[in-house]
């Protein structure tokens, strides 16, 4: 299925737009202890459900239906949204959340759509795993598997190809900035 100008688009735009976010939040940010503490409550959970997602997905070989795409068909999306939010609370700057909130209903929606019209193209199954789990937020119970699907576990080898570990080295690095910026901004007087 062929992709629209606009879905191409927000495809090439949104790695070099999260970039752009990032330095706009890394210069606008006034992180407490207290913020960045609290902020573990969402980023944390986020980096979780993305790794155990990667564990999870075969992507483009086959529509994942068990673990975290029992609960929601898009885990990392769900995931990613968390850690970001986290991260805005923690900025203590409530343009950041509204922009982030902005930015992920103009990216991510458009991509999640083409993501599935790609899924409906390929699998013959995926409107029937559409109608028992929802796109983003999760069920409270696992849907049950299709007849004949098992569950593979997690597996770690998925991970490391995914490279989700990535994730967290970036937030342990999004932390370790935000506090050297703040030792900097108390000790140097600037606000």
């Not at 902005?102 to 029937?128: N, Q």
């Amino acid at each position: 299925m062929e992709m629209g100008k606009g879905e191409r688009l927000v495809r090439r735009i949104r790695v070099p737009l999260g970039f752009v976010f990032a330095a706009l939040f890394l210069w606008l940010a006034r992180p407490s202890f207290l913020s960045l503490a609290l902020s573990l409550l969402l980023v944390v959970p986020g980096l979780w459900l993305r790794g155990y997602a990667a564990g999870y997905v075969k992507k483009n070989a086959e529509l994942t239906q068990t673990g975290p795409y029992a609960y929601t068909r898009n885990p990392l999306y769900l995931g990613s949204v968390m850690a970001a939010f986290g991260f805005a609370f923690a900025s203590r700057r409530w343009e950041l959340v509204v922009l982030l909130a902005l930015l992920f209903v103009v990216i991510y929606g458009p991509v999640i759509l083409s993501e599935e019209r790609f899924l409906r193209g390929h699998f013959a199954d995926f409107d029937e795993y559409a109608s028992r789990v929802p796109r983003l937020l999760p069920r409270f119970t696992p849907a049950p598997a299709p007849a004949g699907q098992t569950s593979a576990g997690f597996d770690a080898e998925r991970y490391k190809k995914h490279r989700e570990y990535n994730s967290v080295m970036g937030a342990a690095g999004i932390y370790a900035t935000l506090l050297v910026l703040m030792w900097v901004r108390a000790h140097w007087g600037m606000q």
